[in-house]
């Protein structure tokens, strides 16, 4: 109550309702991704960790560091933190980005498998037969026992990691190292010296923003290019995917183009931030919700609820056939052979071809 209270007592009701309605989306969405993430794993425990389990343990993470950075703002603001201006406040705000940015990166890597894969079946056959495939690349058939084999994995059981992925995962660690690095450089820029935190924050916001800004085209790009193909593809399945495919793409083109844009042209992060208390007026406050809402939230919720279908449940002594989503897509694995996550397709002749990733 005494917390309730002090947090009341500091912001006017203009900026205090904004800043918990943010919060309590991102905490709404982080929980919806949880409760959906641990359905999906009571249904089918035995394929270990698919594609659509990790996403959804990613975009959690992601909401849920940003529900626990907005309460921190508010508080550290409101009660004076001493280090929320030194390197653990930026930790704070950076860190869910990179969380987010890494769930989308893997979407794109799943979809650049999935083009290149139809491009290479186009090359080696005919229309007709280069539609079916692309198809068989989005619904991938189980039982296969050598393609696990092939594939180096990780030392947790049941996660193969294709080589796209793995090239997503060093882009990734080397923007948390980067974090890291600007972080230390702002907590020394506290001292007296002639650093400046603000400018050297700017500076990583802007290279982040920019960051995005390519996300959401190489998104676009790639969803149309994989929109086209489908649209090639006769079939009640291939048409629902087209229309998700389409409807993710357009979703983060228009999202991360306006976050980056408010971002780069605009102080709004920083100055929420580190100057919280002087955002006054309604234009400040749509520019907030602008970058926060459009860039990550609804992104987030689009994504969950076209991954809201739980997959089929795993037989014992049966494989069954996968459920797929265009970019996403949870495998059904015996319990001998766990499916890759990582892996976007599922090759039908596999024995007379390399496998492209």
């Given at each position: ?18 800043n ?15 409760y ?17 389990k ?15 950075y ?18 653990c ?11 987010f ?17 139809a491009d290479d079946?186009e ?78 924050a ?23 290019l994989?929109?086209?193909?489908l ?22 083109v ?5 976050s ?33 809402f ?8 689009f994504?969950?609820?076209?991954m ?31 499916r890759?996550?990582?892996t976007?397709t ?12």
């Amino acid at each position: 109550m005494v917390l309730e209270s002090s947090i009341f007592n500091c912001y006017p009701p203009s900026l205090l309702v904004p800043n918990l309605a943010l919060a309590s989306v991102d905490g709404f969405l982080a929980l919806v991704a949880f409760y959906q993430l641990t359905r999906i794993h009571m249904r089918n425990k035995e394929a270990g960790w698919t594609r659509q389990k990790v996403l959804h343990l990613m975009i959690a993470s992601s909401n849920l560091g940003y529900f626990i950075y907005f309460i921190s703002t508010l508080l550290a603001t409101c009660d004076g933190w001493l280090c929320w201006s030194h390197a653990c406040g930026f930790i704070l705000m950076a860190s869910p980005n990179i969380l987010f940015i890494a769930a989308f990166l893997l979407l794109l890597s799943f979809w650049v498998d999935l083009c290149h894969q139809a491009d290479d079946e186009e090359d080696d056959d005919d229309e007709n037969s280069s539609q079916q495939a692309l198809l068989d690349n989005l619904i991938s058939k189980s039982g296969r026992s050598n393609t696990g084999g092939r594939r180096k994995c990780c030392p947790f059981q049941g996660i193969h990691v294709g080589s796209r992925q793995k090239f997503v995962i060093v882009v990734v660690l080397l923007i948390f190292i980067l974090m890291i690095s600007f972080a230390i450089i702002i907590w020394i820029g506290a001292g007296k010296n002639p650093i400046d935190s603000s400018v050297v924050a700017q500076v990583y916001v802007d290279f982040f923003a920019a960051a995005i800004l390519l996300l959401g085209g190489a998104l676009g790009s790639y969803g149309l290019l994989l929109f086209l193909k489908l649209r090639k593809v006769r079939s009640e399945r291939a048409s629902l995917e087209m229309w998700k495919v389409a409807g993710l793409a357009v979703v983060s083109v228009i999202c991360f183009s306006s976050s980056a844009m408010v971002a780069i042209l605009t102080n709004i992060p920083l100055s929420y931030h580190w100057n919280l208390m002087k955002m006054s007026g309604l234009k400040p406050l749509v520019l907030l919700i602008l970058y926060y809402f459009m860039g990550s939230s609804v992104p987030s919720a689009f994504v969950l609820w076209v991954m809201r279908e739980l997959p089929p449940p795993v037989a014992d002594n049966i494989q069954e056939q996968s459920r797929v989503i265009a970019f996403i897509h949870s495998e059904s694995a015996g319990m001998h052979h766990p499916r890759n996550w990582a892996t976007a397709t599922s090759l039908k002749n596999e024995a007379s071809r390399g496998s492209p990733i």
